[in-house]
């Protein structure tokens, strides 16, 4: 059973950085995709980021260039750099990882797997 370790939150000050680290417990069959989104109380999930196996990075609006996702799939882990956070950053920051099955030329999603969350306090 793939298991998704998250780690790097925190309290920060407004303006201030933090570096989460997601890591799997083995590596991922079918893997398309592993990335971050967020949730605070009351809130669905919104994407942060996301990196997959073959494409550039994809980012949610509100980024606007503070986050940066990297990856280094043969260690099985991503990564999320953090700048210039601000109080509506804060929440729990969950990993995800999306698969996708293809069979006889077809493609279809697979089983995807979630963190337990890391959470991010930002304030002053």
């Known amino acids: 059973q793939v298991q998704l370790l998250e780690s790097g939150g925190g309290w920060v000050q407004p303006g201030g950085s933090l570096r989460l680290s997601c890591a799997s417990s083995q590596t991922i069959p079918n893997l398309n995709m592993m990335g971050w989104k967020r949730q605070n109380a009351g809130s669905q999930r919104e994407l942060v980021a996301g990196?997959?196996?073959?494409?550039?990075?994809i980012y949610g609006e509100f980024v606007k260039g503070r986050f940066t996702i990297s990856r280094d799939f043969a260690k099985n882990t991503i990564y999320l750099q953090m700048d210039n956070l601000q109080p509506e950053d804060t929440g729990v920051y969950h990993c995800?990882?999306?698969?996708?099955?293809?069979?006889?030329?077809?493609?279809?999603?697979?089983?995807?797997?979630w963190g337990q969350g890391t959470r991010v306090t930002v304030s002053s």
């Open positions: 990196i997959s196996t073959d494409g550039p990075p």
């Open positions: 995800y990882v999306v698969t996708v099955e293809t069979s006889g030329g077809t493609s279809r999603l697979g089983k995807d797997y």
